[in-house]
């Protein structure tokens, strides 16, 4: 077996580290170089520089036309396997390979499509998966040669749930690889459901969401775009919120929803809404760096007793 690994994010590297480590790897493929932030130089995708440290070959076409075809040929691998690489498998692109696997952080066919984890927090999920399906010609319908599950603590961000995901997918992808003849495919089955794209907008916070929907939207929105209500007329993100969404307890609280209670220094600053209280740990404001809840109070005491909207 001679792999071609097709990927693009931090997600990823423990898989390429992971095949590379077993001799298996013939090169990657990833998205091409950006700009950065200033337009002048050129960033490498985190798969694209992790690749080239371990002496890996690396393709970076900006589509997967004849020419990436015919570059990807030189490598002589007879496997692809794509993990969060962003683009799709044409007919005559996979024709290149005798076994193709993606690995996909959800249980299949839950959450199809590129944000699962995302969704698997933003549904409150009490566990995560990953699967290692077939690559088909329709989004995520391959079937599946294994998959894995675990608990969640119900304090997991979008970051700190792509790092555990990362982990255990490379040795989901270890234990497949070295057995792989003990495993057979087999179709999906259960209900399919999609995850998508985040649109910036999503980010809103609104006092008509229940507490524990907006506990999930900080986590799951964070890092990006983070989730925020407005104060004094612009945009306040939260970047952390304390407590596990599995032991948030319900009741009404006396005041206002929206409205700023306090600051607990163990938990954050306390919110009330309308079926309970949340405690936000990390704030910032437009252009402003990230603060623990007691710098933020600190220089924003008109907070306290404030609502936000």
């Keep these: 077996m001679r792999i071609l690994f097709a990927a693009t994010g931090d997600i990823a590297i423990p898989t390429l580290e992971t095949l590379n480590s077993l001799g298996l790897l013939g090169g990657v493929l990833t998205a091409p170089d950006k700009r950065g932030k200033r337009g002048k130089d050129l960033i490498p995708t985190p798969i694209k520089k992790r690749a080239l440290e371990l002496g890996l070959t690396v393709f970076t076409p900006e589509h997967l036309g004849l020419d990436a075809r015919r570059d990807v040929s030189t490598l002589s691998c007879d496997t692809l396997v794509s993990f969060c690489y962003g683009k799709i498998f044409g007919p005559k692109f996979l024709a ?8 996909h952080p959800s249980l299949l066919p839950k959450y199809r499509g590129c944000a699962p984890i995302k969704e698997t927090i933003l549904h409150q999920d009490r566990e995560c998966g990953i699967s290692i399906q077939e690559i088909a010609l329709k989004c995520d319908e391959g079937d599946i040669y294994t998959s894995c599950r675990f608990a969640l603590k119900g304090d997991e961000t979008e970051e700190s749930l792509s790092v555990e995901v990362s982990k255990v997918a490379s040795e989901l ?4 690889f070295t057995n792989l003849d003990s495993y057979k495919s087999l179709k999906q089955e259960g209900e399919v459901s999609w995850s998508y794209l985040t649109a910036k907008e999503e980010a809103r916070l609104t006092l008509e969401d229940d507490f524990k929907a907006i ?21 306040l993100y939260l970047c952390g919120v304390s407590d596990s969404i599995f032991t948030l307890s319900q009741e009404e609280p ?8 306090g600051l607990d220094k163990n938990k954050g600053l306390k919110v009330a809404f309308k079926d309970g209280y949340l405690y936000f740990n990390r704030l910032q404001r ?10 933020f109070v600190n220089g924003n005491r008109d907070i306290i007793g404030a609502k936000l909207s």
């Design 286 to 295: 437009p252009t402003k760096k990230e603060l623990s809840a007691a710098d």
């Design 215 to 235: 506990h999930a939207k900080v986590r799951a929105y964070y890092p990006w775009p983070k989730a925020y209500f407005l104060f004094k007329g612009e945009p």
């Design 254 to 261: 006396s005041e206002e929803a929206g409205t700023v209670v």
């Design 173 to 176: 992808a270890k234990e497949l």
């Design 96 to 103: 290149l390979f005798s076994k193709t696997f993606n690995i």
